[in-house]
């Protein structure tokens, strides 16, 4: 396992940038048509038309879709001019951990919702330390748990944020 996560892997520099601006285009999308209207309040500011809950969401949405075109488009320009110039087209070198982390964060993102914080993230550290070459199962568990209950408490308790707690909200409350 460890000898496969150190693989490398080779794509085109300008692929690998279409693939980002694509991809922080789709994310800016999602958030300003989905994610910010389904899960953030307006609140009593839009009566006086001041800056609302949604106002920087939003501000940092469109952002990603303008940076995510330009670096679009940014490619597109230079793989056309590399071709008609029978330039050398440069590459990008990616290990498969990194495709292994992006999809934890993924889990993550979909499981915080129906698992819960803790649940979550105690799978998604302990995943990290066996990614990050953590061999003892043990420590990997003591570890995930510790900075849980530590993390929980400071977002929950300590700042007062709401997080889905799944199984645990009992504890709260």
């Known amino acids: 396992m460890d000898n496969f996560l150190k693989k490398k892997f080779s794509v085109s520099k300008y692929t690998m940038d279409m693939a980002v601006g694509i991809m922080a285009m789709a994310l800016g999308l999602f958030l300003f048509f989905v994610g910010i209207p389904k899960f953030i309040a307006l609140g009593l500011s839009v009566m006086t038309a001041t800056f609302t809950p949604q106002s920087f969401p939003r501000f940092v949405s469109i952002m990603f879709i303008v940076l995510g075109a330009i670096v679009f488009g940014t490619a597109v320009i ?19 951990i990194s495709l292994a982390v992006a999809a934890l964060v993924a889990f993550f993102a979909f499981a915080i919702r129906p698992l819960g914080y803790p649940i979550a993230n105690i799978v998604i550290m302990l995943a990290m330390y066996f990614l990050s070459g953590g061999k003892k199962l043990w420590t990997g568990i003591l570890m995930s748990i510790l900075f849980t209950i530590v993390s929980t408490w400071f977002f929950a308790v300590y700042l007062k944020l709401s997080m889905p707690l799944g199984m645990f909200e009992f504890i709260l409350h």
Do not use: H, S
Request: with cysteine; net charge neutral.
């Open 78 to 96: 230079n793989k056309r001019e590399a071709v008609k110039e029978n330039k050398e087209i440069p590459c990008a070198e990616f290990y498969v």
